[in-house]
């Protein structure tokens, strides 16, 4: 599995846009980039994957390059419930459950 | 559709004792994954059920045993519990062949050891 690394933590103020990079080197071919994000004392939940190019939802972007050797998460107007852990994860395409997390981006955003 | 529940929420055992933590995933749900988060270890992979049988197991003592039953709830296990077992422990289920890399986690179960 591709081992991650990403900022330990980050700030930021209402309103703003948040990015947090992730890089991950090793990443095979059929390995998946995943995010997730977790409030304390809850169980993480996810937010977007992607396998190359850019990906949109309602919460999220997930902008990967060309050589998927990193990925940026991307928030749009950050709000004071955004403060949580973002993992950056590296999923093998095997069809096994198996997450393996890194020690995520502590993200807190202010007034 | 009702999400991930784990049962109990909270509990205290001593050291030396046992504990079983249960876990129903999602309806539909196949797969049920456990994960151990602690402050200094962080969030790791326990083991991974599908169809009542083990698929996937990560590094952690035989201590930690879990099953899961034909209606795809899941029990964990932990015996001979030791200071260093008190952790958040967290279940979370999906659907194999649909999206390996979206879990859906349960609250967890705080177990502290004393």
Not at chain 1, 29 to 55: A, E, H, L, M
Not at chain 1, 82 to 96: I, K, R, W
Request: with cysteine; proline share 5%.
């Amino acid at each position: 599995l591709a081992k991650t690394t990403q900022p330990i933590s980050m700030d930021s103020y209402e309103g703003q846009e948040v990015n947090i990079t992730c890089s991950h080197n090793n990443i095979a071919t059929n390995d998946y980039i995943t995010w997730y994000q977790q409030f304390p004392s809850q169980g993480p939940r996810f937010i977007i994957q992607g396998y190359k190019t850019k990906v949109t939802n309602e919460v999220a972007s997930l902008f990967i390059p060309a050589d998927r050797k990193s990925s940026t998460l991307s928030l749009p107007r950050v709000s004071l419930s955004d403060t949580a852990v973002y993992y950056c994860l590296v999923v093998e395409n095997t069809g096994f459950q198996k997450l393996v997390f890194g020690t995520g981006t502590r993200l807190l955003v202010s007034p | 559709k009702a999400g991930v529940t784990q049962t109990p929420r909270y509990l205290i055992k001593t050291r030396g004792q046992q504990v079983t933590l249960s876990c129903s995933p999602i309806s539909g749900h196949r797969s049920v994954s456990w994960y151990q988060q602690t402050p200094g270890q962080g969030l790791q992979f326990l083991f991974e059920y599908f169809s009542e049988t083990q698929r996937n197991k990560g590094n952690f003592p035989g201590r930690f045993s879990g099953r899961q039953f034909s209606n795809s709830r899941s029990e964990m296990n932990v015996s001979t519990l030791e200071l260093g077992d008190s952790a958040l422990y967290l279940c979370a289920s999906s659907n194999p062949g649909t999206a390996s890399y979206e879990q859906y986690f349960g609250p967890g179960t705080r177990l502290t050891v004393t």
